[in-house]
Each structure stands twice: as structure tokens, then as C-alpha cells.
């Protein structure tokens, strides 16, 4: 694929964000690699850098199961994270300025130091200085919320929201606590951390080795979201969502149009 074209599907996914216009699959016009994909995500974000957006982490996508089954993609991907896209805890958000947005219970880490590529999971532990349960909101820029794995990489990775809640010591047992995703008080998604990658800091261990192969190795102050541990759930105005992890608390939100 030429520079040309990925310049220019790059300001294509940035205007479906901003605007929350959504596009046609890029798969159906030129072959794209995984890695012209990162490429196009890479510039992509550096439009909302250059908006004066900040950089404030990475997100893992596809470390669970159940979200690989729920899209019908296998393989790990990864977004970047600016601090245009955080939410409020107990806050109200407005679907306006999203295509089709869905929610999925995840856990944050919070980075005391960066963390090279290599890291061991003690060392990952070592370099976190808080867990949260969090909710991430997806949106993908693609009709229909349908796309490839070059797709939804080239459109980091459907990331649109995140909503960080109490921060707790990470000094605990955090691979298999239980959570419960519920909207209006009805439970949704049942789950457990475990099912993240069997435990969400092998998430952590993977995302400091892909930030780091791409140039940019995660940072002391960002966060890093582990991935859905559960199915996504649609969101529409009027919902009450909240999140209860298992002896981390809850992080809630209120939809609005
Ligand atoms: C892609 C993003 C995947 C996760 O937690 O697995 C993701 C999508 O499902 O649209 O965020
Ligand atoms: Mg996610």
C-alpha cells in the first residue's frame, strides 16, 4: 500500500471519529497488512495529538474469549489512549458523538514507572501502582460495528471511552475476581478477571511488549486497560451502567442522547 493511501485512510478513520460518521470496511478496496494498519492507527492519533489531545495509555482488545467469539477475531490488538476519551466516574455520558457505542467491564493499571518489553509478571506487578475496575466504551468506525483484524487496528482498536473507578492497591489477588456488568440493575455480563488471558496482568506483560515494539514502551502516569473480560453490551440513552468487581468496588455511568 502506497504513503499516499495510508495517510489518507488515516484522515478518513479520524473525520468517522470525530464526527462520528461511519465508514465502509477498508478491507474491500486494497489489501492491507496488519502492519500498514498500525500505521494508519499511528497517524490517526497523531491528528488528535495534533488537536492537542494527550497521550495517557494503551488498551489491550481481544484478551478475552468471549470478546474473540463475540467479533470473530483471534488475535491480541492494542489502541492508544488520550485523555479526550476519559469519563467520569459516576458521570453522565452523551452517546451523540459516537457511531454505535457499546460498554464491556474491564480492569486498569496504573503505571508507577515505565515497563520495558521482556518484562516478567513480577516485574509488570512491580511497575503498577494502582488497579481500578474501569468500563471502556467502544465505538467502531465501521457500518454495522463489523470489520476485519486490520480494520479494527487501523481504528485503534474501537477505542472511544473509558471510565477509571476507585483506585485500590494492586498488593492483592486480582486474577479471578468476580464482576458483574449490569444496565438499569439488571445483571448483563457475568465474568471474572481470569477471563482475561487466565489473569489480566499477562494482558499488562503483552502490552508492554507491543508498545514497546512499536516505538513507544509504556510510561510512568499512563494507564492500561486489560481488555473486555466479558462480551460487549450496547449502550442507548437513558441507561444506568454499572460495574462490580469483586472487593475492588464500582465504577458507574449515566447515558444521555
Ligand atoms: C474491538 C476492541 C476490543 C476488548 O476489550 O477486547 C476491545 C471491538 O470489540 O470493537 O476493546
Ligand atoms: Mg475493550
Known amino acids: 500500500m502506497s504513503e499516499q493511501s495510508i495517510t489518507s485512510l488515516a484522515q478518513r478513520v479520524d473525520d468517522a471519529a470525530r464526527y462520528a460518521k461511519p465508514i465502509a470496511q477498508f478491507g474491500g478496496e486494497e489489501e492491507l497488512s496488519v502492519e500498514e494498519a498500525y500505521e494508519i492507527q499511528r497517524l490517526s492519533i497523531a491528528h488528535r495529538l ?88 467502544i465505538d467502531s468506525r465501521f457500518e454495522a460495528f463489523r470489520f476485519s483484524l486490520e480494520d479494527v487496528v487501523a481504528d485503534n482498536a474501537s ?23 449490569s444496565i438499569n440493575g439488571i445483571p448483563r455480563q457475568v465474568g471474572s478477571t481470569a477471563g482475561i488471558l487466565g489473569n489480566p496482568l499477562r494482558s499488562l506483560v503483552a502490552a508492554a511488549r507491543l508498545s514497546a515494539q512499536a516505538g513507544e514502551p ?8 486489560a481488555g473486555g473480560a466479558t462480551a460487549a453490551e450496547a449502550l442507548a440513552p437513558g441507561q444506568h451502567v454499572a460495574l462490580e468487581m469483586q472487593g475492588l468496588g464500582r465504577v458507574e455511568i449515566n447515558t444521555t442522547e
Open 50 to 137: 495534533a488537536r492537542g489531545e494527550r497521550r495517557t495509555g494503551m488498551k489491550m482488545g481481544f484478551t478475552s474469549r468471549a470478546k474473540m467469539v463475540q467479533m470473530g477475531v483471534h488475535d491480541m490488538i492494542w489502541g492508544r489512549l488520550t485523555d479526550a476519551m476519559a469519563e467520569e466516574d459516576g458521570g453522565q455520558v452523551a452517546l451523540g458523538r459516537f457511531v454505535h457505542p457499546r460498554v464491556e467491564p474491564e480492569l486498569a493499571f496504573l503505571l508507577g514507572k515505565p515497563l520495558p518489553a521482556g518484562a516478567s509478571l513480577a516485574q509488570a506487578l512491580d511497575a503498577v501502582v494502582a488497579i481500578a475496575p474501569a468500563l471502556e466504551i
Open 218 to 225: 509504556l510510561q510512568e502516569g499512563w494507564l492500561v486497560m
Open 159 to 181: 477505542s472511544s471511552g473509558y471510565v477509571i473507578g476507585p483506585w485500590q492497591d494492586p498488593r492483592q489477588d486480582f486474577s479471578n475476581l468476580g464482576l458483574v456488568l
